[in-house]
Nanobody
Framework: QVQLVESGGGLVQAGGSLRLSCAASERTFSSYRMAWFRQAPGKEREIVAAISQSGGSTYYTNSVKGRFTISRDNAKNTVYLQMNSLKPEDTAVYYC??????????????????WGQGTQVTVSS
């Protein structure tokens, strides 16, 4: 069972940048599809971005396209989320998720089997 640990969250002003990292315990990290989700108070958990096992395919929700970049380093068992031009509406707890499956990238929380504990991102106006 893979364990995921997020880091890199914090408080930033609007327009600023943050890079989130998610370190996985599993030696077969490269066999997992990875994703970042976020959940704001009173809202459902939503996907932010996802990346295939090789890194060759990515998905972004519309609200972050052009601002966020998901990437992975299979040699370091780590997935990243570079967040630029942050907006107050990006404020949420960000979660790393993993799924050991092939096929189309899944965009709902139910499609992922393993989750990190979350890291808070707060964007002030």
């Amino acid at each position: 069972q893979v364990q995921l640990v997020e880091s890199g969250g914090g408080l930033v002003q609007a327009g600023g940048s943050l890079r989130l990292s998610c370190a996985a315990s599993e030696r077969t990290f490269s066999s997992y599809r990875m994703a970042w989700f976020r959940q704001a108070p009173g809202k459902e958990r939503e996907i932010v971005a996802a990346i295939s096992q090789s890194g060759g395919s990515t998905y972004y929700t519309n609200s972050v396209k052009g601002r966020f970049t998901i990437s992975r380093d299979n040699a370091k068992n780590t997935v990243y989320l570079q967040m630029n031009s942050l907006k107050p509406e990006d404020t949420a707890v960000y979660y790393c998720a993993a799924e050991r499956a092939t096929g189309l990238i899944k965009v709902t929380a139910g499609g992922y089997d393993y989750w990190g504990q979350g890291t808070q991102v707060t964007v002030s106006s």
